[in-house]
Nanobody, 125 residues
């Protein structure tokens, strides 16, 4: 079983940057692909980015357009989305989620078995 704790959210002005963290505990964290999703009030949850268990493969939502970079340090059992050039429309609660062990990355939230509590990102204009 995997437990996830997000951190790093906060208030930033448009054009600024944030680095989120997802700290995980589990038997073999490297076996779990990790995705990030976000949800703004009144909107559907959407896929942000994901990374394979090894970190060799990364995937991004279309809206990212090169602004975000996801990485992981399996020694620290942590995944880091680096978010640059933030826009007001990026404002949302950001969640990290883990796939069941050894299952590949998918962009659908329904494919993730473990979820963190979320961290608020607010981008002012």
């Amino acid at each position: 079983q995997v437990q996830l704790v997000e951190s790093g959210g906060g208030l930033v002005q448009a054009g600024g940057s944030l680095r989120l963290s997802c700290a995980a505990s589990g038997r073999t964290f490297s076996a779990n692909a990790v995705g990030w999703f976000r949800q703004a009030p009144g909107k559907e949850r959407e896929f942000v980015a994901a990374i394979s268990g090894t970190g060799r493969s990364t995937y991004y939502g279309d809206f990212v357009k090169g602004r975000f970079t996801i990485s992981r340090d399996n020694t620290k059992s942590t995944v880091y989305p680096q978010m640059d050039s933030l826009k007001p429309e990026d404002t949302a609660v950001y969640y990290c989620a883990a796939r069941p062990a050894y299952q590949p990355v998918v962009p659908q939230g329904s494919g993730y078995a473990y979820w963190g509590q979320g961290t608020q990102v607010t981008v002012s204009s």
